[in-house]
């Protein structure tokens, strides 16, 4: 059996076909430009090498096509039994992966407006390939799923309940996938039961969040009612005085610009003019005073959330680093964990230097002496969602 996999993005198509008991990854690629001119395309078939293409598509419906003939061309489809959709925003109404009818997917419609940038692509996404592949159930995995269960006092925002309840105002929790995926993995591979561990996951890519995740449970998330909230991120800011919003209103912004402020201009971009870390980096190397205040922002900004969630969970025994970031900066993770010493964490220098790149599974890179065993976890969202997908259709 396989599952499909889709992520739909404002312009771009990802997809995976993978077998979700052994995480075999069958074909894998991208459809992106969508709506422009020129299109791009790629896909990868195990055992072969990558193929691209450029050739506009239209829309969603067409970048679907063509990845559905590729995929249907190779004999690809034969044994796929499930599609998963990656979704951003379940809101209140979806604490778990859903079946999509016409019925779940008037629902999603309704919530868009919790995630005006990401759902009402995921739909268009989840339309155009229930439209193509209606024999087989489509399933709903949200971002949000993982921290349904966040405690009550973590979900709530010190607001009017009225106000708050009205206009679902509340933290949700983004990136549900990927923590879950890595908070789980991290501790197989440490040989430990799930349920004894207190794991702090450092999801560091272009989006950034950190998940505090206890005895399997989360229990709390950087992330708020958006994906905006917590760590400085690739051009989201992350924490902000909500005066600082007011300050720019009453000056004459209005809600679009500050979208545009928050969500593209502000985080490594806002502050170097570029939001791609290893561009950062090379730049403070070489001297860059705004990229090093850049990379120290950002540095700050984690070590606090990683004080904040020790104390939450009353100790920490694994701290886990992931995403592009995560999995790539050995300095990030040096200079962040050197910040930490205070909580027993001591990396192996050596450890760190020598992750092998592109492995599944963790690298311990803490020293012997560590009170903390800190690792390095490839993340794969899209092994979460076909196993949460085929989950959900299987009895
Ligand atoms: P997304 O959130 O878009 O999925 P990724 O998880 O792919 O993001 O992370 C993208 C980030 O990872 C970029 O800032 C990129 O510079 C960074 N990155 C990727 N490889 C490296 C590397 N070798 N060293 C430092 N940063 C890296």
């Known amino acids: 059996m396989s599952a499909l996999v889709i992520n739909a993005g404002s312009s771009s198509v990802k997809f995976q076909v993978v077998d979700p008991a052994t995480g075999a990854v069958r074909a894998k690629g991208l459809a992106e430009r969508i709506g422009e001119t020129e299109g791009a395309a790629t896909i990868e078939q195990e055992g072969q090498g990558e193929q691209s293409t450029s050739q506009p598509f ?53 919530l868009s407006p919790l995630a005006p940038l990401h759902n009402p692509a995921n739909i268009e996404g989840i339309e155009a390939a229930r439209e193509q592949l209606p024999e087989v159930p489509h399933v709903s995995v949200f971002d949000t799923g993982f921290f ?43 040989g430990r039961d799930p349920a004894e561990l207190k794991v702090i996951v450092l999801h560091l890519g272009n989006g950034a969040s950190a998940a505090a995740v206890d005895g399997g449970r989360p229990v709390d998330c950087s992330m708020g009612m958006t994906p905006l ?33 928050l969500n593209r201009r502000s985080g490594l971009k806002g502050l170097t003019g570029t939001n791609d870390m290893r561009e950062v980096r090379a730049a403070a190397t070489a001297g860059d005073e705004r990229a090093r205040l850049a990379l120290d922002v950002s540095i700050h900004r984690i070590v606090r959330y990683v004080g904040a969630f020790h104390a939450v969970m009353g100790g ?80």
């Open 58 to 110: 239209a829309d969603h419906r067409a970048a679907l096509a063509w990845v559905l003939d590729q995929l249907g061309g190779a004999g690809l489809l034969a044994d796929v039994e499930v599609v998963g959709h990656r979704t951003v925003h379940g809101g209140r109404r979806f604490d778990r992966p859903v079946v999509l009818d016409d019925e779940t997917l008037a629902v999603l419609r309704e």
């Open 148 to 190: 349904a269960e966040l405690p009550p006092e973590v979900r709530t925002y010190a607001i009017d309940t009225e106000v708050a309840q009205e206009y679902a105002v509340q933290r949700y929790g983004f990136h549900g996938a990927s923590h879950a995926y890595v908070s789980q993995r991290a501790a197989e591979d440490l």
């Open 229 to 261: 909230e917590g760590l400085v991120m690739g051009t989201r800011p992350g924490d902000i005085d909500p005066g600082v919003l007011l300050h720019l209103l009453r000056h004459g912004l209005d809600a679009d610009e500050l979208d545009d402020l």
């Open 316 to 395: 920490l025994d694994a701290l886990v680093f992931t995403a592009g970031v995560g999995e790539n900066n050995v300095e990030l993770r040096a200079e962040v964990c050197e910040r930490l010493a205070v909580l027993g964490i001591r990396l192996d220098a050596g450890r760190n230097t020598s992750v092998p790149r592109g492995r599944p599974g963790s690298t311990v890179v803490s020293g012997d002496d560590s009170q903390v065993a800190v690792l390095v976890t490839p993340t794969n969202e899209e092994l979460y969602i076909a196993r949460a997908a085929a989950a959900t259709v299987t009895p």
